[in-house]
């Protein structure tokens, strides 16, 4: 009863792909952990038979638009995965790319064992995966939200990071404590309320970590006015943006930072997507 083979579970929900909602690699991905299974056992044992019954519920929330990620609490990224669930945002390719260049000019400007601040901790994917790739760096990272640090500190556990979280209003606690940073990162929210939102994205994921006030930028102009409280003499800023901020953010970033020297970069899809400011 309520069993079928993996060639039949596959097939039907493979109908579902023309959902506008739905994807084949988010089937792949829902029966993989649903059935632990790899996509080559979907060839190799089409004939073996499961239980269906809690797939199908799964099933039914992917039609309804709610995200793999949330559905499965599990996110992919920068080679591990990480919890997530409805108290933070899913971590997505652009992040990546934002911890990957860091890491690049933290090497370029020769910054060594760095003193790191993560503003927005989230699932704690930035902060946790900078304190595994690079060396001798200690990391503190700050969410307004308890929620969301509630999951990142699951996150380092899992990951045997070894972050230290706070909450804070963006780096409110760090100049509370006097420290210095060799090197500051943040996602933050920039969404404008005005802007149109993929629905999944406006009806699952946090409020709080989406949108901005003052069309997106008050939060950056926030920690702009915050950073030379809490950084070395030398010290680099890495920040992801929306596209839409950068005549904006530069003249922010002429009025609060003139020490610094800034630049923007274009992420994998050639959109303007990251600002680097850099103080030597």
């Not at 915050?226 to 800023?237: G, N, R, V, W």
């Amino acid at each position: 009863m309520n069993r079928n083979t993996l060639d039949t579970i596959y097939q039907d929900a493979l109908k579902l792909v023309d959902n506008k909602n739905i994807f084949e690699r988010d089937i792949l991905f829902l029966m993989e952990d649903e059935f632990n299974i790899t996509r080559n056992d979907i060839l190799i044992n089409s004939n073996k038979e499961y239980f269906i019954g809690d797939f199908r519920k799964k099933l039914d929330r992917l039609v309804k638009g709610e995200p793999i990620e949330y559905i499965l609490n599990k996110a992919y990224f920068y080679k591990r995965f990480y919890y997530v669930n409805e108290n933070t945002l899913i971590p997505r390719n652009e992040t990546e790319e934002l911890v990957e260049k860091t890491i690049f000019y933290l090497n370029k400007y020769n910054i060594v064992s760095p003193r790191i601040a993560d503003i927005g901790s989230g699932s704690g994917c930035i902060a946790i995966t900078l304190g595994l790739e690079v060396k001798e760096c200690k990391i503190d990272s700050f969410d307004i939200s308890p929620m969301a640090l509630d999951v990142a500190k699951v996150n380092n556990e899992r990951l045997s990071a070894n972050v230290s979280f706070y909450e804070s209003d963006c780096l409110k606690e760090a100049i509370a404590m006097n420290k210095k940073y060799d090197l500051i990162i943040s996602n933050p929210p920039y969404i404008d309320r005005d802007t149109y939102v993929q629905e999944s994205v406006k009806k699952y994921e946090p409020e709080l970590a989406l949108y901005a006030d003052n069309h997106g930028l008050a939060i950056y102009e926030k920690i702009f006015k915050e950073i030379p409280s809490c950084t070395k003499e030398k010290c680099l800023i890495a920040l992801e943006i929306s596209p839409d901020l950068v005549e904006r953010l530069s003249d922010v970033a002429t009025i609060y930072l003139k020490e610094y020297k800034f630049w923007f970069e274009k992420d994998i899809n050639d959109l303007i997507r990251f600002m680097f400011l850099l103080k030597e």
